[in-house]
């Protein structure tokens, strides 16, 4: 898209030019703070910053579990998050309801302003600035006065119009292009799902024969294979206790996310914790361990696995982890990194788990869990090509994850050129 024929300096760094016959003013000269707070009644729409998308101004959820006195909106007004700016929540109300938490409310004097203000405030180069100036460690915010202080650029009510429709329309095609691939990725993880689910419990021989495994929920597996609690295989060690002091320094520490988000554990941990020679024996990370989430808020995050294919040295792990050491001659690390992520570990925790306030696996549980066994060759041979149809899937996965962050990089860089004028967009409406 061109630009406008002619532009002049705004005087503000962080804007750059404008086109000639924009001009700079303030944001508390064109709107108004609204800061009354009254309680909102029952069924009333609520909104704090954890209700809010970043950098998308969409609302995930109109009710807020906030229960406190709120600021009153009304349709049309612009809702800014006025702590952690970087998280970039911004919303247009198009309804009435009530502001929670750290987003404060601003009405534009004029009715048709309010959607060029939010695309304004939703800007890259406005968050950035808003950032620069915010204050505090742990919870930067920035003040309210300065946000009021804060200078945009202004046009006709027209072309503010023609920006917020054009912005409009080409943020809805972009979303909808974001949630195809959204989409694609979910197809796929499926169909890796699949494909694992079916080369551990079946093999890759089609024509191998068949036997009943003996419980339902399994059904049918291949003659020569053996079924083995895992208790027969290895030994379980729930993880390391500290108090919070003792974190930040000292050994590398396995932690729940490690395992929560990885496959297979990372070659090298971020966490520090300090720990004795007796404790880095104790609770040591090696080449072949698999690690369980032990406990969680669901039964759907519990039991998730992620095996260790390098030891890490001096690594202890978390208490929030159970490790399976592996001291059996008849299960390989490569077969172990596949089938404790099938479904067959997720069904039987499932079944067994009992939910109180907060799920727990047991290592008494976790030691009756069935564990199906080919021959070393046939792990081998499920695993190489587990590792091959599986690295094809990743690869698409990657390249679409790509793409859907290289469309939100656009979509983030169309509102800043349109709202600072870098580009003319009167025509394309």
């Known amino acids: 898209m061109r630009g406008y024929p002619e532009y002049k300096d705004s005087g503000v760094e962080w804007i750059g030019e404008i086109p000639a016959h924009w001009k700079i003013e303030k944001i508390k000269h064109i709107a108004t703070l609204v800061s009354e707070k009254s309680t909102p009644k029952t069924g009333t729409i609520k909104i704090s910053p954890e209700n809010v998308e970043s950098k998308t101004g969409k609302v995930l959820d109109f009710y807020s579990s906030y229960d406190s006195s709120g600021v009153k909106f009304q349709i049309g007004d612009v809702l800014f998050n006025k702590i952690r700016v970087y998280l970039n929540k911004v919303v247009f109300a198009e309804y009435d309801g009530y502001s929670l938490g750290e987003m404060i409310v601003m009405r534009p004097s004029?009715?048709?302003?309010?959607?060029?203000?939010?695309?304004?405030?939703?800007?890259?180069?406005?968050?950035?600035?808003?950032?620069?100036?915010?204050?505090?460690a742990k919870m930067p915010r920035t003040a309210v006065d300065d946000i009021l202080n804060a200078q945009i650029p202004i046009t006709s009510d027209k072309e503010q119009r023609q920006?917020?429709?054009?912005?409009?329309?080409?943020?809805k095609q972009i979303d909808e292009l974001i949630h195809i691939k959204e989409r694609r990725i979910e197809l796929l993880q499926e169909q890796r799902t699949a494909l694992i689910n079916q080369a551990v419990t079946k093999g890759v021989d089609p024509n191998v024969e068949m036997k009943p495994s003996g419980m339902e929920w399994i059904g049918n597996i291949p003659r020569h294979w053996e079924r083995i609690k895992l208790r027969y295989l290895g030994v379980l060690q729930n993880g390391i206790s500290k108090d919070s002091d003792s974190f930040g320094l000292g050994y590398p520490f396995l932690s729940y996310g490690?395992?929560?988000?990885?496959?297979?554990?990372?070659?090298?941990?971020?966490?520090?914790?300090?720990?004795?020679?007796?404790?880095?024996?104790?609770?040591s990370v090696l080449e072949g361990d698999v690690f369980f989430t032990r406990t969680s808020e669901t039964i759907e995050d519990i039991g998730i696995s992620s095996t260790c294919m390098q030891t890490i040295e001096n690594c202890v792990f978390s208490g929030f982890l159970i490790r399976f050491r592996n001291t059996s001659k008849v299960l390989t690390k490569e077969f172990s990194k596949y089938y404790f992520l099938s479904h067959l570990p997720r069904i039987f925790l499932a079944r067994e788990v009992n939910i109180v306030t907060r799920s727990s696996l047991s290592q008494e549980l976790l030691k009756r869990l069935p564990v199906l066994l080919p021959s070393i060759d046939e792990q081998e041979e499920i695993a190489i090509f587990l590792d091959e149809q599986t690295q094809k899937i990743d690869f698409m996965i990657e390249k679409e994850n790509r793409q859907i962050q290289l469309l939100k990089e656009y979509r983030q860089s169309l509102i800043s050129e349109a709202v600072t004028g870098k580009i003319d967009v009167r025509n394309e409406v």
Request: aromatic share 18%; charged share 25%; proline share 2%.
């Open 110 to 136: 004029l009715q048709g302003m309010g959607k060029y203000l939010f695309y304004f405030m939703l800007s890259s180069r406005f968050i950035e600035y808003c950032d620069s100036i915010s204050y505090g």
């Open 163 to 171: 920006i917020a429709n054009f912005l409009d329309r080409k943020t």
């Open 258 to 283: 490690d395992v929560y988000n990885n496959y297979t554990l990372p070659t090298q941990v971020e966490g520090l914790v300090k720990s004795t020679e007796t404790d880095r024996e104790r609770y």
